[in-house]
């Protein structure tokens, strides 16, 4: 073995790749970057939760000191304390507030509430969850849970006596859902994010290629030479793949329906018609790109820069509210971001195409679809020029 | 333009940023002939061709391409385009290629590419893959895939570079079949010997048309014996001279 051949190889591969400016970024900025998205993200406090509280808690006149009401103490426990911020609520407009999106779960403390703790040392909570975010459901249950466990730690001193000394469960909580159910978890909560996720990825991925493929196999030169418009290249390239996404988004849902056993709420054809419009940005996305890439490895490279972000700020994985100001900025210039938030709503909630909520986002995807058709027409121009 | 001539143009010049690829070229190519453009690697050959394709757009002066002035498309559908490179789908299999480009051109008909197909001599391998292909069954292909849709300008980046000599001599055979149904074939070439065939060459050498005619034409107005001697006493010469 030589030395000098071998170190010889090692220069050159060291020469080669300080050129790379591409290369270079992607060992030594990218992974920067993610950490500190990582690191943001996994730091961030959880963020107050919104809730509704409706009191109608009568309380219990004790001796001449006046009414004692022990949701009143409660409520103003949740004020305090830093997992809620509460919203005081009508018992009738506690529906339309949760459906509005404005909160997680109303929380209700009924007439009786201090006067049945009082009889037989326990009583009731209703609690009304909006069902679509179980993560953020969980959150609401965990911290009404410390707040109730402290109040009970409490009682016997609080005025000495005037109430039972609380049972096992001094609270029961009743709980009923907006959205889904108990039965509704994380996974269905994800579902809908993975569907979305890889649709954009797939397509872009095999667009990249197979335009890069173009290129180096010199089949874009016979494109470009036959009659072939630029618009039938980029409709034609969608069409082409429409089918991969449609398919796969089909195996996707039909996994997670039969085989993970998610719950779904929505119309399965309003899926596939948010999935085509991510199909159409994806490919146009594709083209777009393609053209800084000469070869595959120079494709790869741009894979972390494209998807590692948007895969953490999308909302896949943390609600966008809860971000910093600065990330919720970029969040909502990704386009997963929408596609995610669409099919949430057709999915978790049930919510069809129309639907305000459903079809601003869908209108965002067209949107980024457009910008990004144009910007695939324009490399392809340079293509040509 | 003069109903008779495939290609003409007039004061064509393209430049690259700094770099001039050609330079005031007037050139024109008769209907039914076979035109070669002689000259050597970076002469300006892939750029004149990439021009009259539209696939590059002049810096200055005028391309018409049967009868129809550029940029206008109207021409394409009747271009045949056979690149450098094979420029073929490695995935995909012979007649799938030829079926492929015989659908940008609106030529889909199944009787057409088994005839191309036979034509190339590789209807045993129409099912192949193209990555199983040997590298003259790949320039087969990639004929096939340009004259498949009957065009009237065949445009050849070096059709014959890397292939042997009895191919060669196959490709040549079809050349002259197509001349006599009317097809004009341009082909760039630094080969001489394949320049000899040729109806009629223009010598090229950095973007300038250097000299124009048949080989005895060009033999006899140097005086030389062979057709690289004439090549090199135009190039060895001063550029002015013509």
């Known amino acids: 073995m030589s030395r000098s051949r071998t170190l010889a190889l090692a220069r050159r591969i060291v020469l080669q790749f300080r050129r790379d400016r591409r290369t270079l970024g992607l060992l030594f900025v990218v992974p920067i970057v993610i950490l500190s998205l990582l690191a943001y993200l996994i730091k961030l406090e959880a963020g107050k939760v919104s809730v509704g509280v409706v009191n109608k808690d009568g309380g219990v006149v004790v001796g001449s000191s006046g009414v004692l009401s022990l949701a009143n103490g409660l409520v103003e426990e949740m004020k305090s304390g830093k997992a809620f911020s509460v919203t005081e609520l009508k018992e009738e407009e506690a529906d339309s507030w949760l459906k509005s999106g404005k909160g997680k779960a109303v929380i209700i403390f009924p007439e009786d509430f201090t006067q049945e703790f009082r009889q037989d040392g326990s009583s009731n909570i209703g609690v009304i969850m909006e069902g679509s975010e179980p993560q953020a459901g969980a959150a609401v249950l965990r911290n009404l849970g ?92 969608m069409l082409g793949f429409s089918v991969f996404a449609f398919l796969q988004s089909l195996v996707i849902l039909l996994f997670s329906v039969y085989a993970l056993r998610i719950h779904y ?90 639907e305000s909520s459903v079809a601003l986002n869908i209108l965002a995807l067209l949107l980024f679809a457009s910008v990004f058709v144009v910007l695939g027409a324009f490399t392809l121009r340079r293509e040509i020029a | 333009m ?29 209907g039914g002939e076979t035109y070669g453009l002689l000259g050597p690697n970076g002469s300006g050959k892939t750029t004149l061709i990439r021009l009259l394709l539209g696939i590059l757009k002049p810096t200055a002066g005028e391309i018409w391409v049967l009868g129809k002035k550029l940029p206008n498309r109207e021409a394409s ?38 005839e191309v197909i036979k034509l190339v001599g590789l209807s045993e391998r129409a099912g192949s893959l193209i990555s199983t292909l040997s590298g003259g069954m790949k320039r087969r292909v990639s004929l096939a895939c340009a004259l498949v849709h009957k065009p009237r300008l065949l445009l050849l980046d070096e059709p014959t570079v890397g292939i042997d000599p009895r191919l060669r001599a196959t490709f040549w055979s079809y050349f002259r079949e197509l001349n006599k149904e009317g097809t004009t074939i341009i082909l760039s070439t630094h080969v001489m010997d394949e320049a000899e065939r040729c109806n009629r060459l223009g010598l090229l050498r950095e973007g300038r048309l250097l000299a124009e005619g048949d080989v005895e034409e060009l033999k006899a107005r140097t005086g030389k014996a062979t057709l690289e001697e004439a090549f090199l006493y135009y190039s060895g010469g001063s550029l002015e001279q013509k």
Do not use: C
């Not at chain 1, 994010?193 to 173009?214: D, G, M, N, P, Q």
């Not at chain 1, 999935?275 to 490895?297: H, K």
């Not at chain 1, 790869?300 to 998807?307: A, E, K, R, T």
């Not at chain 2, 385009?81 to 799938?96: F, G, K, N, P, S």
């Open chain 1, 146 to 237: 410390q707040i109730l466990q402290a109040l009970v730690v409490q009682l016997p001193a609080l005025r000495g006596g005037m109430v039972q000394m609380p049972k096992v469960e001094p609270f029961k909580l009743e709980i009923s859902y907006i959205y889904g159910g108990e039965e509704y978890d994380v996974l269905d909560y994800f579902a809908p994010a993975l569907i979305a996720i890889f649709a954009l990825f797939l397509v872009f991925l095999l667009t990249v290629v197979s335009f890069i493929r173009e290129r180096t196999q010199g089949t874009i030169e016979r494109l470009v030479a036959s009659p072939l418009t630029r618009p039938e290249i980029v409709l034609g390239y």
């Open chain 1, 265 to 354: 709420a929505g119309n399965l054809f309003i899926v596939f018609v948010v999935v085509l419009i991510i199909t159409i940005g994806a490919v146009n996305l594709g083209i777009f790109l393609s053209a800084f890439a000469r070869n595959e490895l120079q494709a790869v490279q741009f894979f972390p820069l494209v998807i590692l972000p948007q895969v953490f700020l999308s909302g896949v994985f943390w609600p966008i509210k809860n971000m910093p100001i600065f990330l919720q900025w970029i969040a909502y210039l990704l386009p997963l971001t929408y596609a995610n938030s669409a099919l949430r709503e057709v999915m978790l909630k049930g919510r069809g195409l129309l």
């Open chain 2, 2 to 30: 003069k109903e008779s001539l495939a290609v003409e143009t007039k004061g064509l010049t393209k430049r690259f940023g700094e770099i001039t690829a050609l330079d005031g070229l007037d050139l024109s190519v008769k």
């Open chain 2, 77 to 114: 559908p009747y271009i045949g385009y056979m690149t450098q490179a094979e420029a073929l789908y490695l995935d995909l299999t012979v007649r799938e290629n030829v079926l492929f480009f015989a659908a940008l051109y609106s030529h889909p008909s199944g009787g057409r590419i088994e």
